[in-house]
């Protein structure tokens, strides 16, 4: 069924005044997709729904792309997801990810059909081939969005991206080259949920690679890397343990919640005195100086001599059943509850 | 005139902080609790050049001049003064003295390895009846052909037990004093009838080790006799003359480490409601650690100057031995009683700190010494001559 | 292998200190650091030239400033320096930046091997790598976490779809290195004093480049800086240990403390 005559019916209703971008003739929000384990990757359905939020505002369509065999059979899927027309290139030279084929395959297709803007998620994928496809199209591009939308006025994509460690956030535009170019870190959109009924356009389109050659051999996708081990005082996540988790099972779940976590266990002078921990691993005045991201105090109840410790944190979370202790006080987020019944909920929510 | 450090100092004094914060920083305790020298740390300096820092490219050294070695000792003494005794006395005594009055030869042979830290070096001269009275030392170095017959004992010798190359003052002619009848000679540890007595055990500064040293029939070739034979004496009093700027900036290192520390902890703690950084009778002595720092470190930096550009500078010198060690004790007994209890628990650095302080005070000529050869420099351009 | 290092001066972090419930950005300390993203290209670098002999090339768009970055490079065991320093640079994008460091290693005659940090430690925007690999028509792999050189190509391991793959890239590629992958090496003492005393700097402007108004001009453009919002202190999460610990999730996700 064509719903052409809508867009027209669309822009009359809302009455705004369609501004022609320079280098007429863009139009339409693109996503390129990718796949995880032969599903959409759930950072490209979070990217659908942002194009489909924008794309409603301004009224535009929007177009899904696809690259290789497996994943054009996803194109029922991306319709569902939002897109109005989905671009399929099911060549099995596409089925690798190789920067130069997937750059030229996107390449000609943008310069076939002129999108205004062209969104991918932030992922590995995603940073590799962007700003490879952005300098091949000579256009800006803002990557690690956490936040995108659009500048009615000047009808302008405005993405925002932290910087300073993710103290602040910066917005940026691209006014003039096009298509506009932005990448979305995942877990900073919703999930759009899945309309089924949704219908859409799929068009399988032929790409030329004759003149790119793809220069990577995957030699193992599912490799390991030992990671350098961390000093207690540079770690970026620490779980803290203290006496009021009691016995040596309880400080278990700690040990737990860091391992989860992918941080480090450490622990007060109580816990030293108990033989959970070593000498090394003991935290505050006395002992180590944190200055972790995330610190998570377990049934301890933090005097100052443990707060100078952990003073240079970034959030801390304590988790105390005695509501008056000292850390109580001072960290960000203090959990009211007995650690040894908090700590398995939490795992169990994690893990979940 | 231009106060700022070079830029090749600035980045240098940015890697020494980096490797002393995390190197250094992480054994300071254990090397105290133990009672031991951190040759791992030790290895580590020499791979960056830093066992040589005052020393010429030419010789194995860094070239930082006199002015990178107290940077260096600044921030070593910083983070732990038992890591900048070892690699102090290594530096600014031993290996001082060989390229300081060593032939060209002797500075190939015994200044290279030392200065690349591929040797330790030691400073051997005090006895136990020859203190400040360093004239008054015994060990006997009789001629023997074409060696020199070493004997007799020395003590306090910081690196004595780990030391490879050792500097030692012999009595050559004991009817001829302390001016022509001293000389000094490069030993190297492994020569027979060189050992190590007993290893004193020590207030502070427990991460270096102080030995005896016991000369039994020693034979030193007499291409080692180090600068004018009969003249050991000067070529002592040279190096420790220039030895001790260094020191004087490793106690500048100890008083900054104070303040920093009374600043932080008195900005968390809180009594009566507020900080108490806020409350005068502590903000006052704080305020007297930094003024005292501040004049200290430009006195460190100006001596590294007059030394880099060979100007006189022993009285200056003696001023940074002096006037340093009593700043840094200053600092770290208010640092003491700024923390209260916590200043005086073993589990905290403050006390650690405090027993560290204490020697500076004592060794490498001890205050008093440091006063007789301020006052003898003070008064020599007006002809009177104050006895040492 | 003729390696060119990409490295970029950025203010010190810790001299900076962001008041989120005042909305300022403070600069309490202004001091120029060699990026520590910048520093673990290098030690990738350096790695790679003690494992098989390598020429390392310090190269860097920036300020004259920027000159004791590249000094600290030559330090570290870099053998040569460049400085891209040009006020027609000031302006500079992302796209712009990488144009102009394009021209450069061009200008260097191009080389077997091209390494930067994945980001930068300032603006985190990761798209230097590729830009300069397209401009260059090189290969290129990024979010390296593990290096090594073969005759003819590297091998790397790299950030992939959730976890890690392995690849095989023919020179000439660039490559982007993750900052947590390679802990920085120490400068050796009498390098740093060379790198000052001994060691030559070169510094070229647009017109060396051969870059034009429309090579610089730059792409993007600000619209503005905001702030998240203050973290709370004492905020008290109570109620069933489910729901309690459901609640702290959802916080300190919503914080992007965790993932």
Same mark, same amino acid.
């Given at each position: 069924?064509?719903?052409?005559?809508l867009d027209?019916?669309?822009?009359?209703?809302?009455?705004r005044?369609?501004?022609?971008q320079?280098g007429?003739?863009?139009?339409?929000?693109? &996503?390129?997709?990718e796949?995880?384990?032969g599903a959409?990757?759930?950072?490209?359905?979070?990217?659908m729904?942002?194009?489909?939020d924008?794309?409603?505002?301004?009224? &535009?369509?929007?177009f899904?792309?696809?690259?290789?065999?497996?994943?054009?059979q996803?194109?029922?899927?991306?319709? !569902?997801y939002?897109?109005?027309?989905?671009?399929?290139?099911?060549t099995?030279?596409?089925n690798?990810?190789?920067?130069?084929?997937?750059?030229?395959?996107?390449a000609?297709?943008?310069?076939?059909?002129?999108?205004?803007?062209l969104?991918?998620?932030?992922? !590995?994928?995603?940073?590799?081939?962007?700003?490879r496809? !952005?300098?091949?199209?000579?256009?800006?591009?803002?990557?690690?969005?956490v936040?995108?939308?659009?500048?009615?006025?000047?009808?302008?994509?405005?993405?925002?991206?932290?910087?300073?460690g993710?103290?602040m956030f910066?917005?940026?535009a691209?006014?003039?080259?096009?298509?506009?170019?932005?990448?979305l870190?995942p877990?900073?959109?919703?999930?759009?949920s899945?309309?089924a009924?949704?219908?859409?356009d799929?068009?399988e389109?032929?790409?030329d690679?004759?003149?790119?050659?793809g220069?990577?051999t %995957?030699?193992?996708l599912?490799?390991?890397?030992?990671?350098?081990?961390?000093?207690?005082?540079?770690a970026?996540?620490v &779980?803290?343990?203290?006496?009021?988790?009691?016995?040596?099972e309880?400080?278990?779940?700690?040990?737990?919640?860091?391992?989860?976590?992918?941080?480090v266990?450490?622990?007060t002078?109580?816990?030293?005195?108990?033989g %959970?921990?070593?000498e090394?691993?003991v935290?505050?005045?006395g002992?180590?100086?944190?200055?972790?991201?995330?610190?998570?105090?377990?049934?301890?109840?933090?005097d100052?001599?443990?707060?100078f410790?952990?003073?240079?944190?970034?959030?801390?979370v304590?988790?105390?059943?005695?509501?008056? !202790?000292?850390?109580?006080?001072?960290?960000?987020?203090a959990?009211?509850?007995?650690?040894?019944?908090i700590?398995?909920?939490?795992?169990?929510?994690?893990?979940? | 005139m231009d106060?700022?450090?070079?830029?090749?100092?600035?980045?240098?004094? #940015?890697?020494v902080?980096?490797?002393?914060?995390?190197?250094?920083?992480?054994?300071?305790?254990?090397?105290?609790?133990e009672?031991?020298?951190?040759?791992?740390?030790?290895?580590k300096?020499?791979?960056?050049?830093?066992?040589?820092?005052p020393?010429?490219?030419k010789?194995?050294?860094m070239?930082?001049?006199?002015? *990178?070695?107290?940077?260096?000792?600044?921030?070593?003494?910083?983070?732990?003064t038992s890591?900048?005794?070892?690699?102090?006395?290594?530096?600014?005594?031993?290996?001082?003295?060989?390229?300081?009055?060593?032939?060209?030869?002797q500075?190939?042979?015994?200044?290279?390895?030392?200065a690349?830290?591929?040797?330790?070096?030691?400073?051997g001269?005090?006895?136990?009846?020859a203190g400040?009275?360093a004239?008054?030392?015994?060990?006997t170095?009789?001629?023997d052909?074409?060696?020199f017959?070493?004997?007799?004992?020395?003590?306090?010798?910081?690196?004595?037990?780990?030391?490879?190359?050792?500097?030692?003052?012999?009595?050559? +002619?004991?009817?001829l004093?302390?001016?022509?009848?001293?000389?000094?000679?490069?030993?190297?540890?492994?020569t027979?009838g060189?050992?190590?007595?007993?290893?004193e055990?020590?207030?502070?500064?427990? *991460?270096?080790?102080?030995a005896?040293?016991?000369f039994?029939?020693?034979?030193?070739?007499?291409?080692?006799v180090?600068?004018?034979?009969?003249?050991g004496?000067?070529?002592?009093?040279?190096s420790?003359?220039?030895?001790?700027?260094?020191?004087?900036?490793a106690?500048?290192g100890?008083?900054?480490?104070?303040?920093?520390?009374c600043?932080?902890?008195?900005?968390?703690?809180?009594q009566?409601?507020?900080p108490v950084?806020t409350k005068?009778?502590?903000?006052?002595?704080?305020a007297?650690?930094?003024?005292?720092?501040?004049?200290?470190r430009?006195l460190?930096?100006?001596?590294a100057?007059?030394? +880099?550009?060979?100007?006189?500078?022993?009285?200056?010198?003696?001023?940074?031995?002096?006037?340093?060690?009593e700043?840094?004790?200053?600092?770290i007994?208010?640092?003491?009683?700024?923390?209260?209890a916590?200043?005086?628990?073993r589990?905290?650095w403050?006390? #650690?700190?405090?027993?560290?302080?204490?020697?500076?005070e004592?060794f490498?000529?001890?205050?008093?010494?440091?006063?007789?050869?301020?006052?003898?420099?003070l008064?020599?351009?007006?002809?009177?001559?104050?006895?040492? | 292998?003729?390696?060119i290092?990409?490295?970029?001066?950025?203010?010190?972090?810790?001299?900076?200190?962001?008041?989120?419930?005042?909305?300022?950005?403070?600069?309490?300390?202004?001091?120029?650091?060699?990026?520590?993203d910048?520093?673990a290209?290098?030690?990738?670098t350096?790695?790679?030239?003690?494992a098989?002999?390598?020429?390392?090339?310090?190269?860097?768009?920036?300020?004259p400033?920027?000159?004791d970055?590249?000094?600290?490079?030559?330090?570290?065991?870099?053998?040569?320096?460049?400085?891209l320093?040009?006020?027609?640079?000031?302006a500079?994008d992302? @796209?712009?930046?990488?144009?102009?460091?394009?021209?450069?290693?061009?200008?260097?005659?191009?080389a077997?091997?091209?390494?930067a940090?994945?980001?930068?430690?300032?603006?985190?925007?990761?798209?230097?790598?590729?830009?300069v690999?397209?401009a260059?028509?090189?290969?290129?792999?990024t979010?390296?976490?593990?290096?090594?050189?073969?005759p003819g190509?590297i091998?790397?391991?790299?950030?992939?779809?959730?976890?890690?793959?392995?690849?095989q890239?023919?020179l000439?590629?660039?490559?982007?290195?993750?900052?947590?992958?390679?802990?920085?090496?120490?400068?050796?003492?009498?390098r740093?004093?060379?790198?000052?005393?001994?060691?030559?700097?070169?510094?070229?402007?647009?017109?060396d480049?051969?870059?034009?108004?429309?090579?610089?001009?730059?792409?993007?453009?600000?619209?503005?800086?905001?702030?998240p919002?203050?973290?709370?202190?004492?905020e008290?999460?109570?109620?069933? @240990?489910?729901?309690?610990?459901?609640?702290?999730?959802?916080?300190?996700?919503?914080?992007?403390?965790?993932?």
């Amino acid at each position: 069924m064509d719903f052409g005559y809508l867009d027209s019916w669309i822009e009359e209703q809302v009455g705004r005044e369609v501004v022609e971008q320079v280098g007429t003739g863009y139009r339409n929000i693109w &996503v390129v997709a990718e796949t995880l384990n032969g599903a959409l990757a759930p950072a490209t359905v979070q990217t659908m729904g942002q194009a489909r939020d924008m794309a409603d505002q301004i009224g &535009v369509y929007v177009f899904g792309v696809l690259l290789g065999e497996q994943a054009v059979q996803l194109a029922q899927e991306l319709i !569902a997801y939002g897109a109005d027309k989905v671009l399929a290139a099911g060549t099995p030279a596409l089925n690798e990810y190789q920067p130069e084929t997937y750059t030229k395959a996107l390449a000609d297709l943008v310069g076939q059909h002129r999108p205004e803007i062209l969104l991918l998620a932030a992922t !590995a994928l995603g940073n590799d081939l962007a700003p490879r496809l !952005a300098q091949r199209l000579n256009t800006g591009l803002i990557s690690h969005c956490v936040k995108v939308e659009i500048d009615m006025s000047e009808r302008l994509l405005l993405g925002t991206f932290r910087v300073l460690g993710g103290e602040m956030f910066n917005t940026v535009a691209c006014p003039e080259a096009r298509p506009q170019m932005a990448t979305l870190q995942p877990g900073y959109f919703r999930t759009p949920s899945q309309d089924a009924y949704r219908s859409g356009d799929m068009q399988e389109v032929e790409v030329d690679l004759s003149d790119a050659a793809g220069r990577l051999t %995957w030699l193992d996708l599912d490799a390991a890397v030992d990671k350098p081990a961390v000093p207690l005082r540079k770690a970026r996540i620490v &779980v803290s343990a203290g006496r009021g988790l009691g016995d040596a099972e309880g400080f278990a779940l700690a040990e737990q919640l860091a391992a989860t976590l992918g941080g480090v266990v450490a622990g007060t002078r109580g816990a030293l005195d108990e033989g %959970w921990i070593g000498e090394e691993k003991v935290v505050g005045i006395g002992g180590e100086s944190v200055a972790p991201d995330l610190y998570v105090a377990c049934g301890l109840s933090g005097d100052i001599h443990h707060y100078f410790g952990i003073r240079n944190s970034k959030l801390v979370v304590a988790i105390n059943a005695d509501e008056k !202790a000292p850390i109580m006080k001072v960290a960000n987020y203090a959990v009211v509850g007995d650690a040894r019944q908090i700590l398995p909920a939490m795992l169990q929510a994690l893990t979940r | 005139m231009d106060f700022s450090f070079p830029k090749e100092h600035q980045l240098f004094r #940015r890697m020494v902080r980096e490797f002393a914060e995390n190197e250094v920083k992480p054994l300071a305790k254990a090397v105290d609790r133990e009672h031991r020298v951190p040759l791992e740390t030790v290895k580590k300096a020499a791979a960056l050049g830093l066992m040589g820092v005052p020393f010429p490219q030419k010789y194995g050294g860094m070239g930082g001049g006199e002015m *990178g070695y107290c940077i260096m000792m600044e921030e070593l003494g910083r983070i732990c003064t038992s890591t900048a005794t070892v690699i102090g006395a290594h530096t600014g005594i031993a290996a001082m003295s060989i390229y300081l009055d060593g032939t060209e030869e002797q500075k190939q042979k015994f200044l290279t390895p030392l200065a690349s830290g591929r040797l330790i070096g030691a400073f051997g001269l005090t006895e136990a009846q020859a203190g400040s009275d360093a004239a008054a030392i015994k060990t006997t170095a009789v001629r023997d052909g074409n060696h020199f017959v070493l004997n007799g004992a020395k003590v306090f010798i910081t690196n004595g037990d780990i030391a490879g190359i050792m500097t030692v003052m012999a009595v050559t +002619d004991p009817s001829l004093g302390a001016y022509g009848g001293i000389t000094a000679f490069v030993v190297e540890t492994d020569t027979p009838g060189f050992s190590i007595g007993s290893l004193e055990n020590k207030m502070g500064i427990r *991460g270096s080790s102080t030995a005896e040293c016991v000369f039994q029939d020693v034979r030193v070739p007499k291409e080692n006799v180090l600068g004018q034979f009969g003249a050991g004496f000067l070529t002592f009093m040279k190096s420790l003359d220039i030895g001790r700027a260094s020191l004087g900036a490793a106690c500048l290192g100890g008083a900054q480490a104070a303040m920093e520390g009374c600043m932080e902890w008195t900005m968390a703690r809180e009594q009566f409601g507020v900080p108490v950084a806020t409350k005068q009778s502590v903000y006052f002595m704080i305020a007297d650690m930094a003024a005292e720092i501040e004049a200290l470190r430009s006195l460190i930096y100006r001596t590294a100057w007059l030394i +880099d550009t060979h100007q006189p500078h022993i009285k200056e010198a003696a001023i940074c031995k002096l006037y340093g060690s009593e700043v840094a004790s200053r600092c770290i007994h208010k640092a003491v009683q700024i923390h209260g209890a916590l200043g005086y628990s073993r589990d905290y650095w403050v006390e #650690r700190a405090y027993r560290d302080a204490r020697i500076s005070e004592i060794f490498e000529g001890t205050n008093e010494i440091q006063r007789i050869v301020l006052a003898s420099n003070l008064f020599r351009p007006y002809g009177l001559r104050i006895p040492s | 292998m003729k390696i060119i290092v990409l490295i970029k001066q950025i203010l010190d972090p810790a001299g900076i200190l962001v008041r989120r419930d005042k909305e300022k950005m403070f600069i309490n300390r202004e001091e120029y650091i060699l990026g520590p993203d910048s520093k673990a290209a290098l030690e990738a670098t350096l790695r790679l030239k003690d494992a098989g002999g390598a020429e390392v090339i310090a190269l860097s768009m920036g300020r004259p400033r920027a000159e004791d970055a590249l000094r600290e490079a030559l330090a570290l065991g870099g053998d040569a320096a460049y400085l891209l320093s040009d006020e027609a640079f000031d302006a500079a994008d992302i @796209p712009v930046t990488a144009n102009v460091l394009a021209a450069a290693v061009q200008k260097l005659g191009g080389a077997d091997l091209v390494v930067a940090g994945r980001e930068s430690g300032d603006t985190s925007a990761g798209q230097i790598g590729s830009r300069v690999a397209e401009a260059l028509n090189y290969a290129q792999v990024t979010d390296v976490h593990v290096l090594t050189g073969e005759p003819g190509a590297i091998r790397a391991t790299r950030r992939w779809g959730g976890g890690y793959a392995t690849v095989q890239a023919m020179l000439p590629a660039v490559v982007t290195v993750a900052r947590e992958a390679f802990p920085a090496r120490y400068a050796h003492g009498a390098r740093i004093m060379n790198a000052y005393r001994e060691w030559q700097v070169t510094t070229w402007n647009a017109a060396d480049l051969g870059l034009d108004e429309a090579a610089l001009k730059p792409l993007l453009a600000f619209r503005g800086e905001s702030f998240p919002p203050p973290l709370p202190v004492g905020e008290q999460v109570k109620g069933a @240990p489910a729901s309690a610990a459901h609640e702290l999730i959802t916080a300190l996700k919503l914080q992007k403390v965790i993932g």
